[in-house]
């Protein structure tokens, strides 16, 4: 038989390094007290790390700096998103981050939530969760991720090159399944997504 100690640590390293949770995410495993002392205990032993209060990460450790590296933003706010219940869909620069179209991340980060607005702190991260209205948060994840990394850029910033950047970072499926889940979007980031997915230069 397992422990409940060595049932968690199973599901972490599952998930591999640059994980992040909660205790809500082994909440089958057994009660929220033998929970607790098991997380905690993980944390004592240095297996795990505490990003801030109730959330943890099983962290990347790199050899060439000899430490562990800052934690994942997109796990944080995906682990707070699970405690809480909420959807969230990430914006502006976490948007075009999580595609691989910019290495920039500011230190400020932005989520769309059907949570409340809420700010963490979660070092070095300051992540936001902004409430938005319904239609945002209908949106498929892929889609939504398209739709806010278009934004974030403006419609200005939109030449061939680019379209061909943002071509590159969805696959022939993902950008079937964008086009029809995304007519209810603003006109302007419809007829981009369209030169995206299908080389309609006419909207």
């Known amino acids: 038989m397992q422990t409940i100690k060595n049932k968690i640590v199973s599901r972490i390293y599952g998930n591999g390094r640059g994980w992040s949770f909660s205790k809500i995410d082994f909440s089958e495993i057994g009660s929220d007290g033998s929970i607790r002392i098991a997380l905690m205990r993980l944390e004592e032993e240095g297996t795990i790390r505490r990003v801030f209060r109730g959330v943890y990460d099983y962290p990347k450790y790199s050899d060439l700096l000899g430490k562990n590296l800052s934690p994942d933003f997109d796990q944080i706010a995906r682990a707070v998103a699970r405690k809480s ?24 980060i932005l989520y769309l939530s059907d949570g409340p607005t809420k700010t963490i702190k979660a070092d070095p991260w300051s992540i936001q969760f902004k409430n938005t209205a319904l239609k945002e948060m209908k949106l498929k994840p892929k889609t939504s991720l398209m739709v806010q990394a278009i934004k974030s850029l403006g419609r200005e910033q939109f030449d061939e090159q680019r ?41």
Do not use: H, M
Not at 187 to 203: A, H, M, P, Q, S
């Open 85 to 108: 219940g909420w959807t969230i869909r990430p914006s502006g620069a976490a948007a075009l981050n999580l595609l691989g179209l910019s290495t920039q991340v500011p230190a400020k």
């Open 163 to 203: 379209i061909a950047e943002f071509r590159k970072a969805f696959t022939e499926e993902e950008c079937r399944q964008i086009l029809r889940d995304a007519p209810v979007v603003t006109d302007w980031v419809y007829e981009l997504i369209r030169k995206i997915c299908v080389g309609d230069d006419n909207g």
